[in-house]
């Protein structure tokens, strides 16, 4: 069965400081994708990365990594340096190979970033 | 770049009637549109996925007497809300794949939801 577990409900640092929104994920599928968005409170979803399950590597963008580990079923996102902006909730999404992009949701993680 | 235009992005309507919601695709041909309901502090659920020409495929659960979704063209698919209830008050959000290659990293494309209120 597949399914996107994460953890962290609620997560509020103070800015600048670094924060980690972990995920992990089950499928029995070899290709798969996983995806990251954020939705800030005005309720659009916006798309930060998509991952292919036969790319390891980790991303960096800006201030934005994602760190892929297949060993344990994961692919946590990390904010350096966060911002008030940065305040959301993000939400880990897992697609197999033959749905058509149809998505299993994570629960989504709330981040509040306090100036 | 491809976009989904959701329309209306809110309404507000009367415990009984019909809330009629529009997804266009725009520079491209959605041939599958994904249907979700998000509760408040919950995360997304998906309802139905629709497909141009065919009968729409609900989840289990879902009342497809209630949220009737059509499909006819590559370019729109509806969901309305027939004999609303408060308790359909929600957030609704499709969702379109696209499979050209300019969308390859962002294969999907979101509409910008419609927040439904019934009083």
């Known amino acids: 069965a597949q399914k996107v577990t994460q953890a962290q409900t609620e997560i509020s640092v103070v800015e600048k400081e670094d924060v980690t929104l972990d995920c992990v994920y089950e499928?029995?599928?070899?290709?798969?994708?996983l995806f990251w968005y954020k939705q800030p409170p005005s309720g659009e979803l916006v798309f930060l990365i998509r991952?292919?399950?036969?790319d390891e590597q980790n991303e960096i963008s800006g201030r934005y990594s994602w760190n892929f580990q297949k060993s344990t079923s994961s692919f946590n996102f990390t904010i350096t340096a966060s911002q008030v902006v940065d305040s959301a909730v993000y939400f880990c999404?897992?697609?197999?190979?033959?749905?058509?992009?149809?998505?299993?949701w994570g629960a989504g993680t709330k981040l509040i970033i306090k100036p | 770049g491809a976009v989904v235009s959701q329309h209306p992005s809110w309404v507000i309507c009367k415990s009984g009637t019909s809330v009629k919601i529009e997804c266009r695709s725009l520079?491209?041909?959605?041939?599958?549109m994904f249907w979700y309901r998000q509760f408040p502090k919950q995360s997304l659920m998906l309802m139905a996925t629709s497909n141009e020409g065919s009968k729409a495929t609900y989840e289990q659960g879902v009342e497809k007497d209630k949220f009737l979704i059509n499909h006819a063209s590559l370019t729109l698919s509806t969901l309305t809300v027939t004999s609303a209830h408060p308790e359909d008050s929600s957030f609704y959000i499709c969702?379109?794949?696209?499979?050209?290659?300019?969308?390859?990293?962002?294969?999907?494309?979101f509409g910008n939801g419609t927040r439904l209120t019934v009083t």
């Open positions: 499928t029995r599928d070899t290709t798969y994708y």
């Open positions: 969702s379109a794949p696209n499979r050209d290659r300019s969308s390859y990293n962002s294969p999907l494309h």
């Open positions: 991952r292919n399950s036969f």
């Open positions: 520079d491209f041909q959605a041939t599958t």
């Open positions: 999404a897992l697609s197999e190979l033959d749905s058509n992009y149809q998505l299993i």
